[in-house]
């Protein structure tokens, strides 16, 4: 019962924390991405820009919802609500401090692999239920994508797991408070799965230089292309959604999660996770995207065999040094 | 599978159909139709006077309207077999060179965002190339009181003479855009991405493009060295000595290259073209009461100019009236888009989309 409650006043009080903060990460992408163009971003609503986005949300609210003709409805209607449900669902093992946790899951490492490739679903219902061809090539090479980059995450994610020896997120945690951040020690292990780690994941979320699902110049708006008013608004939250809980995943993995001097460990947790989503944000702003195949390539060629190299080499460190 | 890709699309440089036959993603064959924007340019010009054409031209080419006019006007002139003064040819060369650094930054620009979409880097490129293009739009205000149909060629010269200080301002501006041209180079032409996404994409052989009549960098770009500006001088360009930027490898890279290679090209230019700028009389035309005074004798002409995009060709065809019997505009962005179903098929839809980029055409010109 005791773990229930905690579960649920957890888990609901983080789900809230994440949305709310989603409107501060906008604004923060927003305001970069103008700073980075030479422009001034948002600034009519409020002298500052922060109601853009609860405006935007509002105007996306009030918009006529069009479902095609021909497409499935079923299919078309549930994706967007699987897709949001789906990024949030991978925030409920991630440890904001040593007590603020939704389930601290013995095999929590394996179970966000798991909900993070059940996103495959949502998309591939968009793209096929919209019965548009857009959508649809947008939703093959989605899937494509995503199945392809799923070996990568796994195999980054079990360094960490090799390491420490635990598949819960919060003894993963707890082993770098007692010892080293996986990326300060060993950092030849660390660093180079860290990278790998961030780069699936940058994948699995569609971002630039990976966003080729919905690459709006050349597939329009790729899965989103016949989704008008808050369906599509829900896409976009998801996509949000996966930035900044891929982030919180990766601190806590990689950059010893709430650990940290001074500050109550919750600050830190926060922290690292915007600094993670400032520095995915940059490379969004400055990079340009690949193509569908060269995408395949760089996942089968190098970050595959990098990643193998890797969980054997954290084998043999944790079997002879460790 | 069939694409219809365009008329609506957001990377058809306007508005442009191409049918792609599809095998998953694999272009099998490209059928390309234009005319989404035809606005019966060539027939309006036969119902106006001559004098009057300038204006209706200069939306033909959107991108760099200076130069629509300049080739309009030269057919004109060679016409009425009239000189014109040397200071006004020097400021057509002037601004056909400015013009061509505001076009191929546009088309730098605008490439980007084909590559790296509208909410990503690509958006980066093409904002900060805007904000070069805005310092020229600025000097051509000065002079015309236009941002951008200027309407300022006429009959034997030109109609705003140039300001007084004006040729400062240039400088400054042109010193401002080269500091500013490594900042594309590292976004571009030297981005590993940007790299693979354009190297050995739509390769356009040098015969090919030739027997398409393709000109200006997408021609220069396939390795054929040819450019109006050397090789039959007009305005201002026999007396200064133009290099001709050259790339061997045909294909989207070599054709951002050479644009790059231009926008230097043209800023050295337009530097020797405001220190060597002339005095006197900035036109030789008979100052006329009424529009229908202006007659041009039983004959016809061509003249072909070198603008951003090509050959712009003028073939005026008079009967001694004050309206051309018919004036033909050969217009060089109809060329580029000529070779797309040649070049597009084995590509991916992704690629279509960097080669359309890349060949830069500009629908105004092409559907006239």
Partial sequence: MNEFLQGGLYGGGIIVAIMTSLLFVLWTERKMAARMQSRIGPNIIDPLGFLQAPADVLKLLQKEDIVPEKADRALFNYAPVLGAAVAIAVAAVVPFSATIVGADLDVGVLYLLAAGAVGVLPVFAAGWGSNNKFALLGAMRAIAQSVSYEVPLVLAALVPVILTGSMKVSEIVTFQQNHHWLIVWPF????????????????????????????????VAGITTEYTGMKFGLFYMAEYLHTVIASAVAASLFLGGYDGPFAPGVWWMVAKTFGMVVAIYYLRWSLMRFRSDQLMALCWRWLVPTGVVLVVASALFVVFAG | MLLHFGPQHPSTHGVFRMDLYLDGEIIVKAVPYCGYLHRAVEKLCEKLAYVQLTPIVDKNDYVS???????????????????????????????AELQRIASHLLAIGTFSLDLGGALGGGSTVFIHCFRERELILDLFE??????????????GGNRHDLPAGWGAKVKAALD????????????????????????????????????????????RASGVDHDLRRDAPYSAYDEVKVKVAVAKAGDCYARS??????????????????????????????????????????????????????ELGTWLIADGTQNPYRLKIRPPS?????????????????????????????MGEVDR
């Fill in chain 2, 334 to 362: 109809l060329h580029s888009l000529s070779a797309l179903p040649y070049i597009l098929p084995g590509q991916t839809v992704s690629d279509a989309v960097a080669i359309l980029g890349s060949l830069d055409p500009i």
């Fill in chain 1, 188 to 219: 030849f292990l660390g660093v180079p799965a860290f990278v790998l780690f961030m780069l699936a994941m940058l994948a699995e979320s569609n971002r630039i230089p990976f966003d080729i699902p919905e690459a709006e110049s050349e597939l």
């Fill in chain 2, 176 to 219: 401002v855009i080269e500091a500013r041209l490594p900042e594309y180079g590292a976004m571009t032409l030297e981005n590993r991405i940007f790299q693979q996404r354009t190297k050995n994409v739509g390769v356009l052989d040098g015969e090919l493009a030739l027997e398409l009549g393709i000109t200006g960098p997408n021609l």
């Fill in chain 2, 257 to 310: 290259e050479v644009r790059v290679a231009e926008v230097k090209e043209s800023i050295r230019l337009c530097r020797l073209f405001v220190d060597g700028m002339p005095e006197g009389p900035i036109n030789s035309g008979k100052p006329t009461k009424l529009p229908v005074q202006t007659k041009i004798p039983v004959g016809q002409t061509y003249v072909g100019i070198e603008t951003p995009r090509g």
């Fill in chain 2, 142 to 155: 000065d002079v015309t009181g236009a941002r951008f149909h200027y309407n300022t060629h006429t009959i």
């Fill in chain 2, 65 to 95: 309207p200076m130069t629509n006019e300049q080739a309009l006007v030269m057919a004109f002139e060679a016409m009425l077999k009239l000189e014109v003064p040397r200071r006004a040819r020097w400021m057509r060369s002037l601004f």
